[in-house]
Every structure is written in structure tokens, then in C-alpha cells.
């Protein structure tokens, strides 16, 4: 967090510069293209920065439903999953590479883009993961309560 900010400031002093260049001087399309993508970066930093010292994942059942809430800034995010729409839930860290030896994607929980978690289930077509950050055996905690409360269906599996 401490390397963002620092990078942050940095960048932020970079963004700056290019805009009184670019509306102090003649046209330069490729400040302005460079401008798009340094308000992206700038855009990225500033929510995970945002996730980081604000943010919250909450998961709660309502009834036989699991409802996921994503908190940060003093919005909340939420999305509920039909409990019995739920399969092969289970506790397991997901891999940090790919199979091509790449990073995995990082992940912004608040925005839609949790691809990493130490709880993973099936719903849909999609694979959902939850309690990024966890480790295993914090993953294998929540699946045992989690499994309780959801339907029969939901078929907690051992990984």
C-alpha cells in the first residue's frame, strides 16, 4: 500500500505535466492517446488503493441464499446466489499463475473482477470465488459454515 501511494504520487505528477503540455503547446496526438491510458492507470491505482484501506467482502446467508456484499468508500455492492443454483462448493486457494506461466488476474472484488479466493463454487457456468486473501484452512471454515445453512444441492466437496 505504502509502494502505491509513493507510485501514486509519482504518476499523478507524470498526469499532470502531460495535461499543461498538451493544452499549453499545439495538438500532440500521441500525448493525448498517452493521456487515456495514464487516466486508467490513475483510475486503477485509486480503487485499489480504495479496496485496500476501506474495503470489505461480506457474505451472509438469507434463508437457503448465499447474498455476497462488496463494501468500500461507503458504497456496497451485492449480488445474491439461489442456494439451490449453487454446486461443488469447496475450500482451496487458487493458483497465483496460469497454466502459461502468467499472473493471474488481479483481482478488484468491488468491481466484478474476483477471479482468486480461498472459497470457490459452481453456479451457473460460472466458477465464483470468495475470501480472497484467506488461506485454506480459513476457506475450509467458512465451507463448513456456509454448508449448514445452504441447500443439499449446494454438494460441499472436499479438495
Not at 26 to 54: D, K, V
Not at 58 to 69: F, H, K, M, N
Not at 112 to 119: D, E, I
Amino acid at each position: 500500500m505504502l509502494f502505491l501511494l509513493v507510485w501514486l504520487c509519482g504518476w499523478t505528477l507524470g498526469g499532470v505535466m502531460a495535461m499543461y503540455n498538451l493544452l499549453s503547446r499545439p495538438f500532440q496526438p500521441f500525448l493525448a492517446i498517452w493521456l487515456c491510458a495514464w487516466l486508467a492507470g490513475e483510475g486503477f491505482a485509486l480503487a485499489s488503493l480504495g479496496w485496500m484501506s476501506t474495503g470489505a467482502e461480506i457474505l451472509r446467508l438469507a434463508g437457503s441464499d448465499l447474498e455476497v456484499s462488496y463494501r468500500m468508500l461507503g458504497f456496497t455492492r451485492s449480488k445474491l446466489y439461489r442456494g439451490t443454483a449453487i454446486s461443488d462448493l469447496s475450500a482451496g486457494v487458487a493458483p497465483v499463475f496460469t497454466r502459461n506461466g502468467r499472473y493471474g488476474q488481479m483481482s478488484l472484488p468491488f468491481f466484478g473482477g474476483n477471479k482468486t479466493g480461498s472459497v470457490k463454487f459452481i453456479y451457473g457456468a460460472q466458477t465464483i470465488y470468495l475470501a480472497a486473501g484467506l488461506d485454506e484452512a480459513e476457506g475450509q471454515f467458512i465451507v463448513e459454515r456456509l454448508s449448514k445453512r445452504l441447500p443439499v444441492t449446494a454438494g460441499v466437496r472436499k479438495s
